[in-house]
């Protein structure tokens, strides 16, 4: 199958450090190479990829200091996929809404990963207005505030599974907070939970320039003893991170599309406890990969049960759910029922038939 995927141009794909979206794509378009298909990869000039690459632009715009305005180039790019649409078989596109006007008359060729939030006011009359554009929910929990849109799945996340070797004898005597540093993400929380039972905690984040007033004024006063902050890590470092820590907190307040440090820190064996908003509850497996509650009032409980959950199965069951490979033949199942000619546009309740099976995450495994 001729595929073309088309990234994001803010980060490179993979990203050199954050960039949730741009680690996907590349999860994705190789993994899709690997398994046999010809991926046309519609990127930054500095991305690296074993597909073909397209250059849309020298480098990631964030790293440009001459970028002032990202919407030229995305403009130049999607003219660039427009004409060379005819070699493809399906347009998979990663930019929101950016091509909907202009690929409207091969909408039976595309499909459009949603990667961020979707209870903005404004986006339900545009996805109505463009009904005939397929979009792909990473969760079901993100479609909700849209549930009228035209979706032909839910897909979960997926990453390569040797990306992470698993640790199931930590020794780093700390619980772990990664991703970014922001009210909804939760860092303040993360530090109070691990406080309140004596437990260290060590923050690996990256500061955005919206929130430096949030990291100056909340957590910074809170950093010091047993609360370190250790900043922005790439890939490979995210290995002994997460791998060493006893558990990875995600307190977060928001609506949370996904998640993929979830999946990375089940990956290393490592569990995970979690505050019960967006896609967690589908994420997590309560009492197996980790425990969801419903606010601060349960975490000091529920911290040490999460440590004490088994390491091995919190491995199990991410290479079950959660691996490049079972998301790109979920959407290599899905590109094949787009291109058959009697198709359909498979409706919400149905959409599972591209997700893998789990466990109700509201009740324990017994």
């Not at 990203?15 to 398994?35: A, D, F, K």
């Not at 397209?54 to 964030?62: D, E």
């Not at 990969?289 to 919190?314: C, F, H, W, Y």
């Amino acid at each position: 199958m001729k595929i073309a995927q088309i990234a994001p141009l803010i980060e490179s794909v993979p990203p050199r450090l954050y960039g949730g979206t741009e680690r996907i794509v590349s999860y994705l378009t190789e993994e899709l190479v690997r398994q046999g298909h010809e991926v046309t990869l519609f990127a930054s000039g500095d991305s690296m990829t074993s597909a073909k690459l397209v250059a849309c632009a020298r480098t990631a715009l964030r790293l440009d200091p001459k970028v002032r305005d990202p919407l030229p180039y995305y403009m130049l790019m999607l003219d660039r996929v427009r004409q060379q649409a005819a070699d493809f078989d399906i347009l998979h596109f990663h930019i929101d809404f950016f091509p909907f006007p202009i690929f409207r008359p091969m909408a039976d060729r595309t499909v459009t990963t949603l990667h961020g939030r979707q209870d903005l006011p404004d986006l339900l009359p545009f996805y109505l207005g463009f009904g005939d554009m397929p979009l792909v929910s990473i969760s079901d929990a993100q479609r909700r505030p849209i549930a009228d849109a035209n979706f032909a799945a839910t897909i979960y996340h997926g990453i390569p599974a040797q990306m992470h070797t698993p640790t199931y004898d930590p020794r780093g005597g700390y619980v772990a907070f990664l991703g970014r540093i922001s009210p909804e993400k939760g860092p303040d929380r993360a530090i109070h939970i691990a406080r309140s039972l004596g437990i260290p905690l060590k923050i690996a984040a990256k500061v955005d320039a919206v929130d430096e007033k949030y990291y100056r004024d909340v957590i910074v006063p809170l950093l010091g003893p047993g609360v370190e902050f250790i900043g922005e890590i790439n890939e490979q470092q995210k290995t002994a991170f997460l791998g060493e820590a006893l558990a990875l907190l995600f307190p977060i307040d928001w609506p949370e599309p996904f998640g993929l440090t979830m999946i990375e820190a089940m990956a290393c064996g490592t569990p995970v406890l979690a505050f019960r908003h967006g896609s967690v509850p589908e994420i997590i497996d309560q009492g197996v990969t980790g425990i969801v509650i419903d606010g601060m009032e349960s975490a000091a409980a529920a911290l040490p049960q999460v440590m004490a959950l088994d390491r091995r199965k919190v491995r199990a069951r991410f290479e079950e759910r959660f691996t490049a490979a079972r998301m790109a033949r979920d959407y290599i199942k899905l590109y094949h029922a787009m291109l058959t000619p009697a198709r359909m546009i498979y409706p919400y309740d149905t959409a599972r038939a591209f997700m893998p099976s789990h466990h109700d995450a509201t009740q324990p495994e017994a």
